[in-house]
């Protein structure tokens, strides 16, 4: 363990030595956000050639000149100070491995005065999304953030989780992120997909058959929620589930209990459930097509997914993420007219059919640097034209003009750092900074 004294009192002994005791990563600060201690675990996951001890830590996760709610973060120390408890966040650190989402738990420490005199903060890694450059799920606008704070709630618990959002938004990459997360990691996840199942088969496949239970039953095969124990089973758009089978999902959430098909025998389920779907439940309840108190169940806690138009600053992110991978092997770039051509675009499937536009350019791009032409027709659209020659129209300006806004607000490091991020020249960015003073 490594300490330095406070600026205020002197650090006590026994204070630095509990952190020493526990297994995650965990810092102690001052009242003036400078970092007096820092345990193993964290100088492990986050150790860098310089000590931590006696820098701020906004600083040192940030790299920002400023505590974190003057730069336009969430600071846990600040409203540790003004609610006198436990605050938790989510923030983008800095980190040897690039950056990467971090769960942050603060709990302020108080003195024999009682005046809160110490910050305790646990940090909690989410290696299942990451900033630029990074594996998983990626995303720095507002509307991911959300999403991802959600997830870094609920995941340690056991509640059941409804993710609700448009197809293609990426919803099993969220499942897999709660599963990641929770004390059920090493166990089984297990994905079933309720509308590609016919009612017939339904039952058999969540919950098993035994040999002879139907036609075709030659053996006894264990259904889904068996082969789930233990860990996370999730459903996949479970608005598509029959009226008749709904009253057996039910029963397996109410009682923990399931028999399989053709057997007396009650057996016990071990399942985390996280459900998805892109239907509208709440009136589907409404008109009798979902069981009210299934949707109850299931809809413990909510994450609205969010759609690839409310994050658009993340364009760019996403497209080098994508290109990365549908291409691992050649160093794609997007040349800008088909970026702005990507941000014009609708896409209705969203972060899917991102994918697929990127993949299919990738094949159709011979060099190094995708261009118009390497687009699909339907993505080119009405706006080939203006895209193609000189200007822009005025409705691509205005959304291009949102993403640079948006990507601004966000970003509080240097010019060149933002450029790199956005996929553009410094020269460029130089240029539509320019333009945006302008108005």
Not at 80 to 107: C, F, N
Not at 280 to 285: D, I, Q
Not at 350 to 375: F, K, P, T, W, Y
Request: proline share 7%; net charge neutral.
């Amino acid at each position: 363990m490594s300490s330095t004294p406070s600026a205020g009192q002197p650090v006590l002994p026994e204070l630095v030595s509990y952190l020493e005791t526990l297994s995650e990563p965990h810092i102690l600060c001052d009242r003036d956000y400078r970092i007096v201690a820092a345990n193993t675990a964290y100088r492990a996951a986050f150790g860098t050639t310089r000590s931590v001890l006696g820098r701020n830590c906004y600083e040192v996760s940030h790299r920002y000149p400023r505590p974190c709610d003057q730069a336009g973060e969430s600071c846990p120390l600040t409203r540790s100070l003004q609610s006198g408890t436990r605050e938790r966040v989510l923030h983008l650190h800095h980190t040897p491995r690039g950056e990467e989402y971090v769960a942050i738990e603060l709990s302020p420490v108080r003195d024999g005065e009682g005046r809160i005199a110490w910050f305790i903060e646990k940090m909690a890694p989410m290696e299942v999304a990451r900033g630029p450059g990074g594996g998983g799920m990626v995303g720095r606008a507002p509307a991911f953030r959300r999403m991802l704070e959600l997830v870094s709630r609920v995941a340690p618990a056991e509640a059941a989780v409804l993710l609700q959002g448009e197809s293609g938004t990426g919803k099993e990459l969220v499942a897999q992120a709660i599963h990641a997360a929770s004390p059920r990691a090493g166990r089984p996840f297990v994905a079933v997909d309720c509308s590609g199942l016919p009612e017939t088969l339904f039952e058999s496949e969540l919950f098993g058959h035994e040999r002879g239970a139907f036609t075709g039953a030659s053996a006894r095969k264990p259904g889904l929620v068996e082969a789930a124990a233990g860990g996370t089973l999730f459903l996949d758009e479970v608005g598509d589930i029959p009226l008749g089978m709904q009253v057996k999902l039910l029963r397996l959430l109410e009682t923990g209990t399931y028999r399989r098909v053709g057997s007396t025998e009650l057996r016990q389920a071990d399942i985390r459930l996280v459900s998805a779907t892109h239907r509208p439940l709440r009136e589907m309840v409404a008109e009798g097509s979902f069981r009210q108190d299934l949707y109850y169940r299931i809809n413990t806690f909510p994450i609205p997914v969010p759609p690839l138009r409310e994050r658009l600053a993340d364009l760019p992110l996403l497209v080098a993420t994508l290109l990365e991978r549908v291409a691992p092997r050649r160093r794609l770039t997007l040349a800008e007219p088909a970026l702005r051509c990507l941000a014009a675009y609708a896409f209705p499937g969203n972060v899917r059919e991102l994918r697929n536009v990127l993949e299919r350019a990738s094949l159709m791009c011979d060099g190094e640097q995708i261009d118009l032409g390497h687009l699909p027709p339907e993505v080119l659209g009405e706006v080939a034209a203006p895209l193609a020659g000189v200007a822009m129209s005025g409705g691509l300006r205005r959304l291009e003009r949102q993403a640079l806004l948006e990507a601004l607000r966000e970003h509080h490091g240097s010019r060149r750092a933002l450029a790199e991020r956005l996929g553009i020249s410094e020269r460029t960015l130089y240029r539509k900074l320019r333009d945006l003073e302008r108005g």
